[in-house]
């Protein structure tokens, strides 16, 4: 029977040694749930870092992690320290992630770094091809496996190979500035359909294909050697059912309710008209944290009613914390919250709630269920599921969602309050705009928002990209036989 082989830097799985004791979860990210009908439901293999470097893994132990792996219906590729950190948090975090999205200030190009991510993508490759027989298909995730595509293809022309790529792809004017240009393009060109969030992001890539490598692209198609390779947009759902009935749970009065939730209703209860703004992202320099702060320093400034009648509820994730960048964006951060704490706070009332930490799942719909408003503002994402997730808790369709037009999520959810994050003056029009909206507008938008993402979730997602992946795999066949 043809198999899957899904491909992406981490393997969906969390392991763990303490006392050497083993322990083996799978992590149930957005990526997994989608993948399930192909992976765990399906004949499937995942091949991926398991996140414990060879180093750490003690030789005793190594077969029985192996062991627990494969019984995941995973493979792993070993990493060594110092792949993680050129490969990882180098050629990865510190060179494709701020180009990609547009932070060129924040690039840096170290050929060191690059010669690690070769030889990285090698090694994922020497693993995909000991797993691969006849007739499998190959899906490949995201930008940290750039090279893989064609690394595969080279050896294994037979099998059909699917790129699909999480993060922006930047305008031809950023990616010619990118040394390797050429090699990462003909890296991608490997599969024989690549994916995009957005269509902007597919009409980026067709162009820096036909001016770096003077490729003949007709419409979504580029003539590729002796191959055809489709090029495509895929907008990420969410597991829409799964946000949409924690919210439904959460509304149970039976249900208990945790110790963050009481502390939200306290304050809640303290004023019928206190309002709850919600802010949820990972601690990255893309999503526009600082420029959320300020302006929400500007909108209170500009509309002194509101002083005591809202609240900022902002969390953010703890992420790539041994990156310079990011160490900075926090003490940014740090000092921001607690300027404006400072200068706004009264005995009754702290304008922004901050949360720097991982909370568990039953928390965040805590979050989503008690806010009015989510300000999701990056100044670049390639999609953004925060916002996703908000509308699809939103059982009685009240809320107001305001989202960044640089996220690409925007493209989908035009009954959000769709605003430009460098502006302040958007920021405080669209949070008036929020705040005063009446019930009936806050529903009739919501319910289209929740329709369009309910029937294009991330389980349909993944189907639509297999499908065309088929697809494309027959014009292939045909184009061969002729
Ligand atoms: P990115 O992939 O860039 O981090 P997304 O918005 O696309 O941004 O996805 C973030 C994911 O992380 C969402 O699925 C969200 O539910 C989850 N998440 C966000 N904040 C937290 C948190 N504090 N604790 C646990 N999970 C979180």
Request: overall charge negative; proline content about 4%; charged content about 30%.
């Amino acid at each position: 029977m043809n198999k899957t082989i899904i491909v992406s830097n981490r393997l969906p799985l969390q392991i763990s040694i303490e006392e050497d004791k083993l322990n083996v979860t799978p992590s149930v990210g957005g990526l997994a749930t989608g993948m399930k009908s192909v992976h765990a439901d399906g004949n499937g293999v995942w091949v991926g870092w398991s996140g414990i470097t060879d180093e750490d893994l003690d030789e005793d132990l190594k077969p029985k992690v192996n062991e627990k792996i494969e019984n995941a219906k995973c493979k792993a590729v070993g990493l060594t320290e110092a792949d993680v950190e050129d490969f990882y948090l180098g050629f990865s975090n510190r060179t494709l992630w701020p180009l990609f999205h547009y932070f060129l200030e924040y690039t840096k190009f170290e050929t060191e770094q690059w010669d690690a991510y070769k030889r990285v993508n090698e090694k994922f490759a020497e693993v995909v091809l000991e797993t691969i027989e006849e007739g499998d298909t190959v899906w490949v995730h995201d930008y940290q496996l750039l090279l893989l595509p064609q690394l595969i293809k080279d050896k294994r022309p037979d099998v059909t190979i699917g790129f699909f790529l999480h993060i922006p792809f930047p305008s031809y004017e950023i990616f010619r500035t990118f040394p390797w240009r050429q090699e990462l393009l003909t890296g991608m060109l490997g599969a024989d359909l690549i994916g995009f969030h957005t269509y902007d992001y597919e009409r980026h890539f067709l162009s820096s294909v036909k001016r770096i490598l003077r490729l003949d692209v007709n419409f979504n198609e580029i003539t590729y050697h002796d191959r055809i390779v489709k090029v495509d947009s895929f907008p990420m759902g969410i597991d829409y059912g799964k946000f949409s009935n924690a919210a439904l749970a959460h509304d149970n009065p039976d249900t208990k309710k945790s110790e963050l939730q009481k502390r939200l209703d306290t304050h809640l209860n303290e004023g019928d008209d206190q309002k709850f703004i919600l802010s949820i992202d990972r601690l990255d320099y893309t999503k526009g944290i600082p420029n959320r702060l300020r302006a929400f320093e500007h909108f209170l400034n500009t509309y002194p009613q509101y002083k005591e009648k809202v609240r900022l509820v902002m969390l953010a994730v703890p992420s790539r914390s041994n990156v310079p960048q990011y160490q900075k964006l926090k003490r940014e951060t740090d000092e921001l919250v607690g300027r404006i704490n400072g200068e706004f706070s009264t005995v009754s009332w702290t304008p922004i709630w901050y949360f720097y930490r991982s909370l568990p799942f039953e928390n965040l719909i805590d979050l989503y269920t008690s806010s009015d408003i989510a300000l999701i503002t990056p100044v670049r994402d390639g999609m953004n599921l925060v916002a996703k997730e908000y509308v699809a808790t939103r059982t009685k369709q009240d809320g107001v969602l305001i989202l960044s037009e640089m996220a690409g999520a925007a493209k989908e959810m035009n009954e959000a309050i769709l605003i430009n994050p460098n502006s302040l003056e958007d920021f405080a029009t669209a949070l008036d705009k929020a705040l005063t909206m009446p019930l009936e507008e806050q529903q009739s938008r919501m319910k289209i928002l929740q329709k369009r993402l309910k029937r294009y979730d991330v389980e349909k997602w993944a189907e639509e990209f297999f499908k065309t992946l088929e697809a494309t795999n027959q014009i292939q066949e045909v184009a061969v036989s002729k």
